[in-house]
């Protein structure tokens, strides 16, 4: 069905074209980047001891075309590529191959892990009309739970369709999508999205040999408040809804928000009843997961403090924590490293990180400061502390403290230092056994030119 849509809207647009299908390219816009990223990962464990270090070199970024609209149609390429250099073992492939070494050779360092590549990250067409939208193909999308994280070298992005309708004066939105593929941020594959979340279980677990994802979404604004609800449904896997409510105003000068998010999730269908055999990979648990995070800030002239809160219920007859397989990090005290990540590699969608494993409670402060009052404009620092605390963590509270330095030469290069300590670094399996590593350092540097 999805071919035929596709076929039907291409060929509208070559109708419509017939006296300025030229001008469509002609009047078009090429865009990319290319960044450069070095990156750095110290671990101590101390029963067994262990002390690790990896680091790597990369080099890439995307280059893209979008052409003009013609009678509402347009078309969008993106080409993405991480070239690694300098790679001695150990490597930390987090910014070039890394899930390709967990889907080909089932190691996020190996062979596989450590080549460069480059992947046609989007070829998207799309039709616009007096506030209604249709496409279909691959693209980078921002939502809650499925998520283009660009926290490496590059973006994750989906392959499917996607409607919207949108009503700019009353502030309102609603649209869906039906989602086929999901490439990862390190992998030039795009593999069917349920697949990619469960590996070599999904036949296990769904009864099928892959899946899609469907969603719905309604969001509504105006210029103090903000609404938005996802609805994410996969059948014979899992149903995830998610809410969120924001507030921000001005008060004699000061800038200030406070915000509400909840998720809740189940297993469905075979699913739900497979899950729950002895010997399933979740421990015979079915997945029954609720979440709450809250978020205030204040922003004094160029200085802006960010407390936040979060809490993921705790049930031990189920498979309590967030399962985030494509990249959705939603929790408001979710830190640079602390964030799930690792859990959209291929296959490993039922595992949690910190603070999004059942039972976690959360506290984050931030800290960010820019200088534009000194004259040195462009800079900017930011500072934020993490504690998780979850009676699981046999070692103790997690604690992650993040110091980033940025600088911002003009809108179109920038470049960023960043520090990353964490005490307890915390992870849960499939089955709820979880993990924590006594000490984590990372240390990252990026240049990125945006044109």
């Known amino acids: 069905m999805h071919k035929i849509v596709l076929a039907s809207m291409a060929a509208a647009s070559c109708i419509y074209a017939a006296d300025t299908f030229s001008e469509m390219f002609a ?20 029963l067994p001891y262990k002390d690790t270090s990896a680091h790597a070199n990369a080099i890439g970024g995307q280059l893209g075309f979008e052409t003009a609209s013609l009678k509402g149609f347009k078309a969008k390429v993106t080409f993405m590529t991480t070239n690694g250099f300098l790679l001695d073992d150990p490597v930390d492939a987090s910014i070039i191959g890394r899930d390709n070494g967990v889907r080909l050779e089932n190691d996020p360092s190996g062979p596989a892990a450590q080549e460069s590549f480059i992947v046609l990250g989007e070829a998207l067409l799309q039709y616009d009309y007096e506030g209604f939208m249709a496409n279909y193909g691959r693209q980078v999308i921002k939502t809650p739970l499925i998520h283009a994280k660009e926290v490496r070298m590059l973006p994750s992005a989906v392959q499917g369709a996607m409607l919207s309708y949108s009503d700019k004066e009353n502030g309102w939105s609603i649209g869906g999508a039906y989602l086929t593929h999901f490439k990862q941020r390190t992998s030039d594959s795009f593999t069917n999205i349920v697949k990619h979340a469960l590996g070599s279980e999904t036949r296990a677990v769904t009864g099928h040999d892959n899946g899609d994802v469907w969603y719905l979404d309604a969001i509504w604004h105006n210029d103090a408040v903000s609404v938005s609800v996802y609805d994410y449904y996969t059948k014979d896997f899992l149903n995830s809804l998610y809410a969120n409510v924001v507030y921000h105003s001005d008060y004699n000068g000061y800038r200030f928000g406070i915000a509400a998010e909840g998720i809740i999730q189940r297993s469905i269908g075979n699913a739900d009843t497979n899950l729950a055999k002895t010997g399933s990979v979740t421990g015979g648990k079915r997945i029954n997961t609720e979440s709450i995070s809250l978020k205030g800030d204040i922003h004094i002239g160029e200085s802006t403090f960010m407390v936040g809160y979060s809490y ?14 494509w990249d959705g990090t939603p929790l408001y005290t979710n830190m640079i490293t602390s964030n799930d990540l690792f859990s959209s590699n291929y296959g ?28 040195h404009r462009g800079f900017k ?7 998780a605390h979850n009676s699981r963590f046999d070692k103790g509270n997690q604690q992650d403290f993040n110091v980033v330095l940025a600088y911002n030469y003009d809108k179109h ?32 540097v990026i240049a990125n030119y945006k044109f």
Not at 27 to 34: C, H, T, V
């Open 413 to 444: 290069l920038s470049i960023s230092l960043k520090g990353i300590w964490v005490k307890n670094n915390t992870g849960a399996g499939a089955d709820g056994t979880v993990t924590q590593i006594d000490d984590f350092q990372q240390y990252r």
């Open 312 to 325: 993921v219920t705790k049930d031990d007859n189920a498979h309590d924590s967030l399962v985030l397989p």
């Open 27 to 46: 009047e078009g816009k090429a865009y990319g980047n290319i960044k450069y990223y070095y990156i750095q990962t110290d671990k101590q464990n101390g």
């Open 381 to 387: 620092t930011i500072l934020s502390y993490m504690n």
């Open 348 to 375: 490993q969608g039922l595992k949690a990180d910190s603070i999004y494993i059942g039972g976690t409670s959360s506290v984050k402060l931030a800290y960010t400061q820019t200088y534009d009052f000194t004259g």
